[in-house]
């Protein structure tokens, strides 16, 4: 019995996306394919890092103690400069928003 689903969207602006089967996730154990999760292409990254954008001042205002319990529920890869989002909006200084458009270009 199984406790995966057979397929897994990515988010995008807070809305789920089911765009595709392309990502397969392989159980560690057995080698074998557990799942599978959407894959988000180019657009849809770009897309994504628009909508941090326009977030930014939202969370500038934001006070503290609710960033903290809004972090603390979302799951980000962690190996992933695009979906640090964390990062982006721990910095105050926009001028880090054009680094993480030119490697979402790369």
Do not use: H
Not at 11 to 29: G, H, S
Not at 40 to 66: C, F, H, L, N, Q
């Amino acid at each position: 019995m199984s406790v995966l689903q057979e397929a897994y969207p990515y988010y995008l602006n807070n809305k789920a996306v089911y765009a595709n089967e392309d990502l397969e996730v392989t159980d560690k154990y057995t080698g074998e394919i557990a799942t599978r999760c959407a894959l988000a292409d180019a657009k849809a990254i770009d897309e994504g890092i628009a909508g941090a954008v326009r977030a930014t001042d939202a969370m500038a205002r934001m006070p503290s103690y609710k960033k903290e319990r809004y972090w603390s529920t979302v799951s980000v890869d962690s190996g992933s400069d695009l979906m640090s989002w964390q990062w982006l909006f721990a910095s105050k200084r926009e001028s880090r928003l054009p680094t993480l458009k030119e490697k979402s270009l790369a």
